[in-house]
């Protein structure tokens, strides 16, 4: 079992940085997989980032690449996400989770979720 808690999220102006955190509690975090999706307001979520257990592979949208980048703490049990130049668009809530499997985009391969954390980017 493991749980999640993401914080750091907040009101940003557009071009802004923010860095999220997402804390794990529970056995073995390095052994999962961690991704990173947001649910923007009367959309479906959607994939941000991944990370694989030692950190040595990361995926992303195509959509945030170069601007975002996922990172773990293993010793700290924590994964983040620091998005930087952020836009209106990408306001969601943004919310990590964790896999025993290969990091991946798809949703039902992660078997647990935290509760989400609020971003919003004004214009």
């Known amino acids: 079992q493991v749980q999640l808690v993401e914080s750091g999220g907040g009101l940003v102006q557009a071009g802004g940085s923010l860095r999220l955190s997402c804390a794990a509690s529970?056995?073995?975090?390095?052994?999962?997989?961690m991704g990173w999706f947001r649910q923007a307001p009367g959309k479906e979520r959607e994939f941000v980032a991944a990370?694989?257990?030692?950190?040595?592979?990361?995926d992303y949208d195509v959509s945030v690449k170069g601007r975002f980048t996922c990172s773990r703490d293993n010793a700290k049990n924590t994964v983040y996400l620091q998005m930087n130049s952020l836009k209106p668009e990408e306001t969601a809530v943004y919310y990590c989770?964790?896999?025993?499997?290969?990091?991946?985009?798809?949703?039902?391969?992660?078997?647990?979720w935290g509760q989400g954390t609020q971003v919003t980017v004004s214009s």
């Open positions: 989770a964790a896999t025993r499997g290969l990091p991946t985009a798809s949703e039902g391969a992660y078997d647990y």
């Open positions: 529970g056995r073995a975090f390095s052994s999962y997989s």
């Open positions: 990370i694989s257990w030692g950190g040595g592979h990361r």
